[in-house]
C-alpha cells in the first residue's frame, strides 16, 4: 500500500456491523454468481472480487 494514496473514512461500531452484513450478502451473492457462470473471464472475475470484499470484511473485523 506504499506509494498509494488511500481513501479513508470514520465509523461508528454500528455502521462498521452494518457494512459487514451488507458485504456478507455480496460475499454470498459472488460466490453464487461465479458458480452459476460458464465464462471464463466473469469467473476470474467473480473470484477476484470475492477476495476484495473478503479482504474488507476482514480489514473491518479487526478494527472493531
Do not use: W
Not at 29 to 52: C, G, M, Q, Y
Amino acid at each position: 500500500r506504499e506509494g498509494i494514496e488511500m481513501t479513508r473514512i470514520e465509523l461508528t461500531e454500528k455502521e462498521a456491523a452494518i457494512l459487514i452484513e451488507i458485504l456478507e450478502s455480496c460475499l454470498s451473492d459472488l460466490k453464487t454468481e461465479r458458480v452459476r457462470t460458464d465464462k471464463r473471464e466473469l469467473h476470474a472475475e467473480f473470484i477476484e472480487r470475492e477476495n476484495f470484499v473478503g479482504d474488507l470484511i476482514k480489514r473491518l473485523e479487526n478494527k472493531k
